[in-house]
């Protein structure tokens, strides 16, 4: 496979989450990602506890871990010298440090003007700029957790969802710079932010207050668009999603699961009527499917093309038939020799998945190897000599 940013240069200086899934969607597109860790122990995501444990085997594969201490006025030097050599930066520190430490845009543009330098920030400019954030603070404030959560009790989203797609936001920046670099030979500063993304997740219920001038109810207490769209209970108790979106699934769902009586109930026959007795048709539905096996359920929604998924665990995910066969999950190994599977990225390039050339680095792996690459560099340089 020819992968599409095979020969661009990216030096990650970034921790957690928005910042090293941005490197790693780039690192899979084929960029050479080197992230920049701190000396000793290096970036302190490898080493969070319970729920932080999966973020950094999960958005640092594909990369080189290069160690320097960005305080020291050597190290500087060191990392000027290697942004020197990028064409792509990414950074999610608060604003300002890069520019304390005289890695700012305006000060690497000097030495490097066609760099593409992407910050990712809590916000963009404005009245919030210097605030600290993270997804839970954005989630709050950008009204997603209000809309997650049922009245009352604002939640989470489940996954750090603003932190990724702002990564992946990022990536849109970056790559669309390239593009305009390779016309105009100039490179670019972006920004993507957190906040303003959530506000992006939100907008459609954003609009909807606009055109209703009413509050939009919680996704939990939401006025249902269909009778049919809920989560039911097996025979063993376990959960199911079934929908029925048309009037030809409608009728599709009452004749799989044997209920006549209500598909030949006049008063049933438009979705807005069902939706207006959505109790009663839930209540019949749900003491046909408590009769029957999980297993039996999947099989007559599938063989009816009705919409079903049954409620799975993260853990479930591992032994997923589609993702297994498809081969969505790759093997990584992490540096203590621990083995674990990890998505790839979904998506495919002529039916292939963008595959995982290397697994996550141990600290500074690759720092000597990159030191000797800036002084061979640096001697070509200063004798005329280019790598060829």
């Given at each position: 496979?020819?992968?599409?940013?095979?020969?661009?240069?990216?030096?990650?200086?970034?921790?957690?989450?928005?910042?090293?899934?941005?490197?790693?969607?780039?690192?899979?597109?084929?960029?050479?990602?080197?992230?920049?860790?701190?000396?000793?122990?290096?970036?302190?995501?490898?080493?969070?506890?319970?729920?932080?444990?999966?973020?950094?085997?999960?958005?640092?594969?594909?990369?080189?871990?290069?160690?320097?201490?960005?305080?020291?006025?050597?190290?500087?030097?060191?990392?000027?010298?290697?942004?020197?050599?990028?064409?792509?930066?990414?950074?999610?520190?608060?604003?300002?440090?890069?520019?304390?430490?005289?890695?700012?845009?305006?000060?690497?543009?000097?030495?490097?003007?066609?760099?593409?330098?992407?910050?990712?920030?809590?916000?963009?400019?404005?009245?919030?700029?210097?605030?600290?954030?993270?997804?839970?603070?954005?989630?709050?404030?950008?009204?997603?957790?209000?809309?997650?959560?049922?009245?009352?009790?604002?939640?989470?989203?489940?996954?750090?969802?603003?932190?990724?797609?702002?990564?992946?936001?990022?990536?849109?920046?970056?790559?669309?710079?390239?593009?305009?670099?390779e016309r105009t030979g100039e490179g670019a500063h972006l920004t993507s932010s957190l906040f303003e993304n959530n506000v992006f997740l939100v907008g459609n219920h954003m609009v909807?207050?606009?055109?209703?001038?009413?509050?939009?109810?919680?996704?939990?207490?939401?006025?249902?668009?269909?009778?049919?769209?809920?989560?039911?209970?097996?025979?063993?108790?376990?959960?199911?999603?079934?929908?029925?979106?048309?009037?030809?699934?409608?009728?599709?769902?009452?004749?799989?699961?044997?209920?006549?009586?209500?598909?030949?109930?006049?008063?049933?026959?438009?979705?807005?009527?069902?939706?207006?007795?959505?109790?009663?048709?839930?209540?019949?539905?749900?003491?046909?499917?408590?009769?029957?096996?999980?297993?039996?359920?999947?099989?007559?929604?599938d063989g009816a093309g009705l919409p079903y998924a049954k409620v799975n665990k993260p853990s479930d995910l591992a032994s997923d038939p589609h993702l297994l066969q498809t081969g969505?999950?790759?093997?990584?190994?992490?540096?203590?020799?621990?083995?674990?599977?990890?998505?790839?990225?979904?998506?495919?390039?002529?039916?292939?998945?963008?595959?995982?050339?290397?697994?996550?680095?141990?600290?500074?792996?690759?720092?000597?190897?990159?030191?000797?690459?800036?002084?061979?560099?640096?001697?070509?340089?200063?004798?005329?000599?280019?790598?060829?």
């Amino acid at each position: 496979m020819i992968l599409p940013l095979d020969g661009v240069r990216v030096i990650e200086i970034s921790h957690m989450v928005m910042g090293p899934s941005c490197g790693m969607i780039l690192a899979d597109l084929g960029a050479e990602v080197i992230k920049v860790e701190p000396r000793g122990d290096g970036d302190k995501t490898r080493y969070l506890p319970g729920s932080g444990s999966g973020l950094f085997p999960s958005f640092n594969r594909n990369k080189k871990s290069f160690q320097a201490d960005l305080a020291d006025p050597d190290d500087q030097e060191t990392v000027r010298m290697l942004l020197a050599s990028a064409d792509v930066v990414v950074e999610n520190f608060r604003t300002g440090k890069m520019e304390s430490y005289g890695l700012g845009y305006e000060a690497l543009k000097e030495i490097n003007p066609g760099i593409v330098y992407c910050s990712l920030k809590g916000f963009l400019g404005g009245p919030y700029g210097n605030r600290p954030a993270l997804d839970e603070v954005v989630q709050m404030l950008g009204g997603l957790g209000y809309m997650t959560g049922p009245p009352g009790r604002p939640l989470r989203a489940g996954a750090s969802v603003n932190d990724i797609m702002g990564g992946m936001f990022g990536v849109i920046g970056i790559m669309s710079a390239l593009m305009v670099r390779e016309r105009t030979g100039e490179g670019a500063h972006l920004t993507s932010s957190l906040f303003e993304n959530n506000v992006f997740l939100v907008g459609n219920h954003m609009v909807q207050a606009e055109l209703t001038g009413e509050d939009v109810e919680p996704m939990p207490n939401r006025m249902a668009a269909w009778a049919v769209y809920d989560i039911f209970r097996s025979a063993e108790d376990q959960m199911i999603f079934v929908a029925a979106v048309s009037d030809s699934q409608w009728r599709v769902l009452c004749e799989v699961f044997g209920l006549h009586r209500l598909a030949e109930d006049e008063d049933l026959a438009t979705n807005p009527q069902r939706v207006a007795q959505r109790d009663r048709i839930h209540a019949e539905l749900q003491s046909v499917l408590g009769s029957l096996p999980l297993a039996r359920i999947e099989e007559l929604c599938d063989g009816a093309g009705l919409p079903y998924a049954k409620v799975n665990k993260p853990s479930d995910l591992a032994s997923d038939p589609h993702l297994l066969q498809t081969g969505a999950l790759t093997p990584t190994r992490l540096p203590d020799g621990t083995e674990v599977l990890v998505p790839l990225l979904p998506l495919a390039v002529n039916g292939e998945h963008l595959p995982k050339r290397s697994d996550i680095p141990a600290p500074g792996e690759h720092t000597q190897e990159i030191l000797n690459s800036l002084e061979v560099n640096s001697r070509q340089a200063n004798t005329g000599k280019r790598t060829p």
